[in-house]
């Protein structure tokens, strides 16, 4: 949870901080973020594996496109399908991190179904979308992953039981 944060929130601080992407810029930026979202949840073990694998393809689509709509259709598709599994995640289990789930579900669906809409507008544009998920979305899992991990040190009972421990992580 901690690393998928921190991945997110350092793409959104590079699409805060550059100022004229270049569409080589957007397809890396995006692209080595979806590919580091793939990884974070390939170890936190939380969604299916495949969720990962479809992550993955599109910041490897991302990256072989080069192309404004190339790349933000292929983070859209990668977004989309991310977004209905935390969304049925979210709504299938009861623990202390199910509103989390809905919510960061939400945003990535939110991100997903947005990014077509401005891919006439360019690279500025589509890095800031994404990028403005992805700050809300680092955001919330790094107050999440962070009160669980006070939770578990302190011995508070953070997770419904039979909930992942290894979600922390």
Known sequence: MLVRAAVALVFGLVTIFWGSPSVQVLAWAIGLYLLGTAAALWMSRVLPKAVSVVVAVGGVAALVTQSDAGVALSAAAALLVLGVFELIHGLRNRDSLTRDWLVSGVIAV????????????????????????????????????????????????????????????
């Open 110 to 169: 939110g991100t997903a179904l947005a990014l077509p809409f401005f891919i006439s507008l360019g690279a500025h544009a589509l890095l800031g979308v994404a990028g403005g998920g992805a700050i809300l979305s680092g955001v919330l899992w790094m107050l999440s992953g962070l009160t669980l991990r006070h939770d578990a040190q302190s011995g508070t009972q953070a997770t419904a039981p039979g909930a992942s421990p290894e979600a922390v992580n």
